[in-house]
């Protein structure tokens, strides 16, 4: 059974956007924060955003005021919506209960250039 499948990623250059999306189980999704991660080559694994069930949300510093996190809890959908995208955003970004559960799903490649 596929818990997380996250989509949405892709090529993009310095200064556009992407939308992210991402479908969890019920089981994972329902009254829990959900968050999102990425992980860039060589690089541990880092939180990018979170959001409650009652919609508070978290930002890392790096990407305050230029990405959105937000959810459908009628859906069990989670959202990133990522503008005035850097370099340094490249990274497979996951979908993740937070704190993360130890079984995550395939993640989907976001990868910024120059």
């Known amino acids: 059974q596929v818990e997380l499948v996250e989509s949405g990623g892709g090529l993009v250059q310095a200064g556009g956007s992407l939308s992210l999306s991402c479908t969890a189980s019920s089981t994972i999704f329902r009254g829990n924060t959900m968050g999102w991660y990425r992980q860039a080559p060589g690089k541990q694994r880092e939180l990018v955003a979170r959001v409650t069930s009652g919609g508070s949300t978290y930002y890392l510093d790096s990407v305050k005021g230029r990405f959105t996190i937000s959810r459908d809890n009628a859906k069990n959908t989670l959202s990133l919506q990522m503008s005035s995208l850097k370099p340094e955003d490249t990274a497979v970004y996951y979908c993740?209960?937070?704190?993360?559960?130890?079984?995550w799903g395939q993640g989907t490649q976001v990868t910024v250039s120059s």
């Open positions: 993740n209960r937070f704190p993360s559960r130890p079984s």
